[in-house]
């Protein structure tokens, strides 16, 4: 693992939207137009910085590269833990780019609750971008859960007619694969200490640990059912017709983009369970 330019560009990357966001509660909401450029800056701005991404990568450099650790909750084994691989590298561009186009695309098309509504879609921009970047799994499971709440209130207040089922549906599906995915994170978290009297949440040590095939199969299943509603696949899907059709046009541009990769890209990590010569062991699925 690397940070080729030695510099926290991820940090930057992640709290760019979230800076804007915070720089926004101190804004009057009766300046409408001042709130709109802002968020406007913000959200390009955060294009802006994740570019370097696309040269500074290097394909055949370590897996993990532009690492940022910092101690987070000692007592619990949790790390401020960054990195990107290739495919991360690329979604962070799709997801600083669509937030972008999103934004702009709000100008003239909500007219109530302005300030809220930009606060909103820069946090879950925010959110989005740290579930990509994240190789702490209680951290990543934070900015996880960051991308639900300011997508119910994007479809709960901005929606369309049928506003409140739809996001009542969309909290309650996302809400459940979620709290599946805990569990499972729980199982390696406990399970890791089992083998070394340590606590840690670090991906890469669980990517490297042994793991009997019995729990091999249950953590697959509950991450598989946190992935497969979120992206979403059949027959879990049938929160995202409502959704699309009622969250305003910023929330469907990323409900069709950004919000699912997120799913996707995460689900690389993870390996079928097989059994070899030498005992039980994941491959990469």
Known sequence: MSNAANFPILSLILFTPLAGAALLLFVSKKQEDLIRWIANLVAFAGFVVSVPLWFWYQPSGPQFQFVERHPWIPSVGADYFLGVDGFSVLLILLTTLMGTIAVLSSWTAIKERVKEYYIFLLVLQGGMIGAFISLDFLLFFLFWEV??????????????????????????????????????????????????????????????????FNLQWWVFLAFFLGFSIKVPMFPFHTWLPDAHTDAPTAGSVILASASPSSASSTARWWRWPRRTGSGWSPIRA
Do not use: C
Request: glycine residues 10%.
């Open 147 to 212: 991308m639900l709440v300011p997508m119910y209130f994007l479809i709960g207040i901005w929606g369309s007619d049928r506003r409140l089922y739809s996001a009542i549906k969309f909290f309650l599906y996302t809400l459940v694969g979620s709290v599946v995915m805990l569990l499972g994170i729980l199982a390696l978290y406990f399970h890791y200490h089992g083998l070394t009297g340590t606590y840690s949440f670090d991906i890469t040590k669980y990517q490297a640990m042994s793991i009997p």
